[in-house]
């Protein structure tokens, strides 16, 4: 950590120079999906989020993908109890906060166990989906024949449309090439039913991302792979490198004409991963959308990494 940000109760909104910080907590903190530098800043859009560090752990004020509820959170396993304590009696003093934390990752509340000071409970539709590169790259087993279906679908349709090649492609290309993932933005809005409230928030995300992403360079470590035939754009996926360990999927956009482009896309970022030596893919949360759901749990996660709420136990 550089000690650039701000002390808590202090917080500032986050800024391009925030994010080595944040991306260096992150290098030697276990993290959730919501902590990573790139992720942040995408998803700021919908916020504006703030943050601040206290005894090491990074802090951040939300904005619910969903719901748009404030909330703080933080991230570390330093002086836990301390840290949860001045955040809870902050929020309890605000009036615009949450008067419980949110999307506290599980090495964070292992640390509070057994302090009868605290109550803490799971938010089963924010764990993070974890998919072990290693053990998935082959698809072997009956366990993995529903994926193998998914991209035998695939490779069908696209070989109706003349044939889609998957291609690792410079994250720039949001920028330069921006009207052709809002047109394919647009398609895949018209084919979902599914969290309409996310998917309004997600393109705020997504549309923060094409504006900045060249200033992005060198900030954050962001690999984007793209499903195209010629100029035509039928999906794309992105991903950011948050560990030598740990790869995040972040945005996964295809057009509803190529069934099972997702589960190719996949793939991609588990074989991307394997190639680096990467042990975890972490494909974030489900949010409570059931399409969503499904469709995370039919690529046969091998684990998760649970968040909570916590409050105060005399509340």
């Given at each position: 950590?550089?000690?650039?940000?701000?002390?808590?109760?202090?917080?500032?909104?986050?800024?391009?120079?925030?994010?080595?910080?944040?991306?260096?907590?992150?290098?030697?903190?276990?993290?959730?999906?919501?902590?990573?530098?790139?992720?942040?800043?995408?998803?700021?859009?919908?916020?504006?989020y703030?943050?601040?560090?206290?005894?090491?752990?990074?802090?951040?004020?939300?904005?619910h993908?969903?719901?748009?509820?404030a909330?703080?959170?933080?991230?570390?396993?330093?002086?836990?109890?301390?840290?949860?304590?001045?955040?809870?009696?902050?929020?309890?003093?605000?009036?615009?906060?949450?008067?419980?934390?949110?999307?506290?990752?599980?090495?964070?509340?292992?640390?509070?166990r057994?302090?009868?000071?605290?109550?803490?409970?799971?938010?089963?539709?924010?764990?993070?989906?974890?998919?072990?590169?290693?053990?998935?790259?082959?698809?072997?087993?009956?366990?993995?024949?529903?994926i193998?279906?998914?991209?035998?679908?695939?490779?069908?349709?696209?070989?109706?449309?003349?044939?889609v090649?998957?291609?690792?492609?410079?994250?720039?290309?949001?920028?330069?090439?921006?009207?052709?993932?809002e047109?394919?933005?647009?398609?895949?809005?018209?084919?979902?039913s599914?969290?309409?409230?996310?998917?309004?928030?997600?393109?705020?995300?997504?549309?923060?991302?094409c504006?900045?992403?060249?200033?992005?360079?060198?900030?954050?470590?962001?690999?984007?792979?793209?499903?195209?035939?010629?100029?035509?754009?039928?999906?794309?996926?992105?991903?950011?490198?948050?560990?030598?360990?740990?790869l995040?999927?972040?945005?996964?956009?295809?057009?509803?004409?190529?069934?099972?482009?997702?589960?190719?896309?996949?793939m991609?970022?588990?074989?991307?991963?394997?190639?680096?030596?990467?042990?975890?893919?972490?494909?974030?949360?489900?949010?409570?959308?059931?399409?969503?759901?499904?469709?995370?749990?039919?690529?046969?996660?091998?684990g998760?990494?649970?968040?909570?709420?916590?409050?105060?136990a005399?509340?």
């Amino acid at each position: 950590m550089t000690g650039k940000l701000p002390t808590f109760p202090d917080l500032e909104p986050i800024e391009l120079r925030n994010l080595p910080d944040i991306r260096a907590i992150a290098a030697v903190i276990p993290s959730s999906s919501d902590f990573t530098a790139g992720g942040l800043w995408t998803w700021d859009a919908s916020g504006p989020y703030r943050v601040a560090q206290l005894h090491g752990n990074l802090v951040v004020e939300f904005r619910h993908y969903v719901s748009g509820e404030a909330f703080l959170s933080f991230n570390g396993t330093s002086e836990v109890a301390n840290t949860s304590l001045t955040l809870l009696n902050s929020a309890r003093r605000a009036r615009n906060l949450s008067d419980e934390l949110r999307l506290i990752p599980e090495h964070t509340v292992e640390q509070l166990r057994g302090d009868s000071r605290f109550f803490f409970e799971q938010e089963h539709d924010e764990r993070d989906y974890l998919y072990s590169p290693q053990v998935a790259r082959g698809l072997e087993g009956t366990v993995y024949r529903p994926i193998r279906q998914q991209i035998n679908r695939f490779d069908r349709a696209s070989d109706a449309v003349g044939g889609v090649e998957i291609t690792e492609a410079p994250p720039e290309l949001l920028a330069s090439d921006r009207k052709a993932f809002e047109a394919l933005l647009e398609r895949w809005s018209a084919g979902t039913s599914d969290g309409v409230e996310c998917s309004v928030s997600e393109r705020k995300a997504i549309a923060r991302l094409c504006e900045t992403v060249n200033a992005l360079r060198g900030l954050t470590d962001l690999h984007l792979h793209v499903a195209a035939k010629g100029d035509e754009l039928f999906g794309f996926a992105l991903c950011e490198v948050v560990t030598s360990n740990v790869l995040t999927s972040h945005f996964l956009k295809s057009d509803n004409r190529l069934p099972g482009l997702s589960a190719r896309f996949f793939m991609e970022q588990v074989r991307f991963a394997y190639a680096r030596d990467i042990t975890v893919l972490n494909w974030e949360q489900d949010l409570g959308i059931p399409g969503l759901r499904d469709h995370k749990l039919s690529l046969r996660p091998s684990g998760y990494l649970h968040k909570y709420r916590v409050s105060l136990a005399a509340d």
